[in-house]
């Protein structure tokens, strides 16, 4: 069993429905990140959460520490969010990331 | 402030060949975290690293793959003998602390390929 599992592992939406991706794991952690990846492209860090919850624009991203549980939410999806979203959780520094849920929006 | 540069963004190499993959961290970073990414697989850990240090290189195959962080100038993750099974993309992070506090600054990685 992965120490991160993410679900689902795809994801296709209509634009401007509410999207949530779940990660669990099952290891000791210090932080939770969620990152994005475009096809071919870099990766870029949306969240560093320890606790509780933060919101950037129409992303929110929440954790449960007691439950090892982490979400991301999309509101009002758009195309532009097409993208793979990869949950890593932080061991010491390093990370240890998840398989990536691959989010497609149609317009 | 610069992000994380890595460079070549595309590398090509013959089987056989060394390939050097090179790491620029943030300004005020020494902190550096490499990680590969084969096809359709995730991203794994390979070597942490300080300024002239190996901090956890658990993730790094134990032949031909090594990884240093000189006083001066770029990491480098070198590949000796490369092999098919070697072509991934290679993406290198940087952090100020030991610890993440803050969000993770990735660099655009290289996607070695070998022919």
């Known amino acids: 069993k992965n120490e991160v599992e993410q679900s689902p592992q795809n994801l296709t939406a209509q634009e401007g429905e509410f999207i949530t991706i779940n990660c669990s794991y099952s290891?000791?952690?210090?932080?939770l990140h969620w990152l994005q990846q475009h096809p071919g492209g870099g990766i870029v860090s949306l969240f560093m959460?320890?606790?509780g919850k933060k919101k950037h624009g129409r992303l929110i991203a929440t954790i449960n520490i007691q439950e090892k549980h982490s979400s991301l939410h999309i509101t009002a999806s758009h195309p532009r969010d097409s993208a793979v979203y990869i949950c890593?959780?932080?061991?010491?520094?390093?990370?240890?990331f998840g398989q990536g849920t691959t989010l497609q929006v149609k317009p | 402030n610069a992000g994380v540069m890595q460079n070549p963004r595309h590398l090509v190499r013959r089987r056989g060949q060394e390939a050097r993959l090179r790491c620029s961290p943030m300004?005020?970073?020494?902190?550096v975290y490499w990680y590969r990414q084969l096809p359709e697989e995730g991203l794994k850990f390979m070597v942490y690293?300080?300024?002239?240090?190996?901090?956890?290189e658990s993730g790094m195959p134990k032949e031909r793959f090594s990884a240093e962080f000189p006083k001066e100038g770029p990491s480098i993750l070198r590949i000796q003998q490369v092999v098919r099974g070697d072509s991934a993309a290679y993406f290198c992070?940087?952090?100020?602390?030991?610890?993440?506090?803050?969000?993770?600054?990735f660099g655009q990685g290289t996607r070695l390929t070998v022919v």
């Open positions: 992070a940087s952090s100020g602390e030991g610890d993440l506090t803050t969000e993770a600054f």
């Open positions: 959460l320890s606790s």
């Open positions: 300004k005020g970073h020494s902190h």
């Open positions: 690293l300080q300024k002239e240090n190996i901090i956890d």
């Open positions: 290891v000791g952690i210090s932080a």
């Open positions: 890593a959780v932080e061991d010491r520094g390093k990370l240890i």
